[in-house]
């Protein structure tokens, strides 16, 4: 059971006066993809690093597959949740399977070296994700496209039932955001939980089955995408006309409202 439960958490930088979370509650439900859509400054990132345990919320609660978050040291929340940041600084200039392998830390004793399951398991994902061809290309050299994919690779040898992913497909052309929604609604399709955050409604539309959106530190709506996803509700959080169209197919397009710019 991989359910996450988040009940009036409040958070507040050490630097700062003000909550970033102020009293959000969501479910995230098992073996769905969850989007979390809001603007920048919303704390959607911030509600991700309390999820693993990066920062620390002075009040609510968090429950994960019916254990609470606290009771859940590292060791033990990493063989539960991947996480795949925006960006990453890398102390080393790691090749693309060195870095896949840290996926594998987890599961891996003290100064153990990966077995030949643990070998395995990278090279099987690894060619899941068509990057084969690149494993002993180093990491700085690769494209955002590429380094993104490869991020996805790492969290899923890692083997946990949730998977959250800040903001995936962020400064990808087309091509590459397509393949990166399409593995993110193929790991749903094999049971895994994802959560993703993202500021483009399309992208929920397009892969989510649930869809938080979040402004100012508060859950302001939550729902499937149809339900949710209103232009009422994205002029209120975003502050600009929008327009929605669904056609006859099912498809869904959102966009900014053209008479926006006869007032500019």
Known sequence: MSR???KNLRYRYPVSKTDVLK????????????AILGPNGSGKSTLFKVLIKVLSPYEGDIYVGGNDLRDLDIDALSKIISWVPQEEDLLFPYTVLEYVLLGRTPHLGFFNMPSRKDMEIVHEVLMQLRLSGIVHRKIPTLSG?????????RALVQETDIIILDEPTAHLDMGNKARVLGIIKGMAESGKTIIFSTHDPNEAFLIANNVAIVNDGK???EGPPGTVITEELLEKVYGVKVTVQRADNGQVLVGI????????
């Open 219 to 221: 859950l302001i709506s």
């Open 23 to 34: 009293g959000m509650s969501l479910t995230i439900p098992e073996g769905k993809v969850t």
């Open 257 to 264: 409202h053209p008479n926006i710019f006869k007032s500019l």
């Open 4 to 6: 996450i439960l988040i």
């Open 145 to 153: 496209g590429e380094k993104k994919l490869v991020s996805i690779a």
